[in-house]
């Protein structure tokens, strides 16, 4: 254990938003404290020429299911029946302990392969698989926000018992309690009230309550379908709940805040954004499970009008894929047919400079750990993934550039291998068969 340095191509974020290319770059890290020493150019007559290496901090999703891994790939009708048939099923399943272990497992390593260091996400309503999940995270030694999710009513869909909501709340208090902060801070708890349709008022109240007063981050679903939006409308209006819109429900309730962190928001009206803007919620564009899913498409551009944050996430499975560059590109392509389907025409199409900053500074800045990770810079912890162009690689792209590079990243997957990750100074496996 000492020094180590890494040689390459430099991706880097920086604080105004843009991505600064270093070519012929090092960084050196202290493997025993995990921080990094030092970033710069090489002298380059001094190294092997590392043309084909790039090193870039390793990415942040910020929304997933871990028990969801085995649908992915499973094309169902829309969001309801897609959870009913598929998804709930699948969850139920995290009963057992064994089962919820390896694929807990495998969800990491997946995300890791993907060069991913640091996940949001979802476990089951099960406690002892919620603390499996995070067993498994610590082992392997990513940075994971896990949250037991929340459900106190069952939509007449769910195939086993749901816990009260004094049980949900005591069980998530259980795990926060044992979880947060835990791994050298790598793990931290999230409440995770599953969405409204699955959710009392009681439950989303005390919720807020709670996870405001200990300062935890809380995750839930908004806006994603617009048969979820009537259906949880009328749910909540039959129940007489003065609610005009489904963000009501998160701002009556107190869900809404600095750290609340609500996936999808495809439907939303302007008084409804005004409300999340105001809370300082963040909105979590989840562009592939948008696709998949039939749910429909996010206006990035016009959603950045009101200046409110706004992250990436994969939302496996209703996205198929743990990969954050794929994510990356699905954000892209999104906000091409924002624009198809507006006449206008009025907004720039996302750029992978700025996808790539979302999902590695951004993502990290809507965790408050930008001061941690999310980028390469000295005195933060040496998060890494080292990516191997192949010869192909040059072929398509300007080298000197970093939206260029950027682009094979997100279209061209086959002209490079992600090669090494490091979390903290150190190197991960990524093999998971052998465990
Ligand atoms: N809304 C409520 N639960 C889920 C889920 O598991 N996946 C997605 N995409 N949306 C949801
Ligand atoms: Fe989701």
């Not at 254990?1 to 105004?16: A, D, R, S, V, Y």
């Not at 190294?47 to 999703?61: A, H, L, R």
Request: include cysteine.
């Amino acid at each position: 254990m000492g020094k180590k340095e890494l040689f390459g191509t430099i991706l880097n974020p920086t604080k105004n938003g843009s991505v600064e290319l270093i070519k012929n770059g090092f960084v050196e890290f202290d493997e025993k404290t995990g921080k990094i020493l030092k970033v710069g150019k090489t002298n380059s007559k001094t190294v092997k020429s590392t043309e084909n290496v790039f090193i870039i901090p390793g990415m942040v999703d910020l929304h997933s299911h871990i028990p969801q891994l085995p649908g992915v790939g499973k094309n169902a009708d829309e969001l309801l029946p897609w959870l009913k048939n598929h998804i709930f099923p699948l969850e139920v399943r995290f009963s057992q302990l064994d089962y919820a272990e390896k694929v807990s497992r495998f969800f990491f390593k997946e995300a890791l392969r993907f060069g991913t260091t640091t996940i949001v996400a979802y476990a089951s309503v099960h406690k002892e698989a919620t603390d499996v999940a995070f067993e498994v995270a610590k082992e392997i030694g990513i940075r994971a926000f896990i949250g037991k999710v929340m459900m106190d009513r069952d939509m007449k869909r769910y195939p086993e018992e749901l816990p009260l909501m004094s049980r949900n709340i005591k069980d998530s208090i259980d795990l926060a309690k044992k979880w947060h902060n835990s791994n050298q801070g790598r793990l931290q708890y999230i409440f995770t009230p599953r969405f409204a349709a699955s959710c009392t008022m009681k439950l989303l109240e005390k919720t807020a309550k709670v996870a405001k007063e200990g300062g935890f981050y809380i995750q839930t679903h908004l806006a994603e379908n617009q048969s979820e939006v009537k259906f949880i409308k009328s749910l909540f209006e039959r129940e007489r709940h003065r609610v005009p819109t489904n963000t009501h429900i998160f701002k009556k309730s107190d869900i809404l805040g600095e750290k609340t962190l609500l996936a999808h928001c495809l439907y939303l009206s302007p008084p409804e954004l005004q409300l999340i803007k105001e809370s300082g919620s963040k909105i979590i564009h989840c562009p592939t499970s948008n696709i998949f899913l039939q749910s429909g498409f996010m206006p990035y551009r016009r959603y950045e009008t009101y200046e409110i944050p706004i992250g990436l996430g994969t939302d496996v499975a209703g996205g198929y894929t743990l990969s954050m560059f794929n994510c990356m590109r699905d954000a892209i392509e999104t906000s091409k047919i924002v624009n198809l389907l507006n006449d206008n025409r009025p907004y720039p199409i996302l750029q992978p400079t700025e996808v790539f900053w979302v999902s590695t500074l951004g993502g990290a800045k809507i965790l408050q750990l930008d001061e941690k990770i999310g980028s390469i810079e000295e005195n933060k912890d040496a998060d890494l993934v080292v990516i191997k162009a192949k010869p192909s690689f040059s072929f398509y792209c300007n080298m000197d550039d970093a939206n260029s590079i950027l682009q094979n990243f997100i279209y061209l997957p086959t002209t490079y291998n992600i090669e090494k990750v490091f979390i903290a100074g150190k190197e991960i496996d990524l093999n998971y068969e052998q465990n």
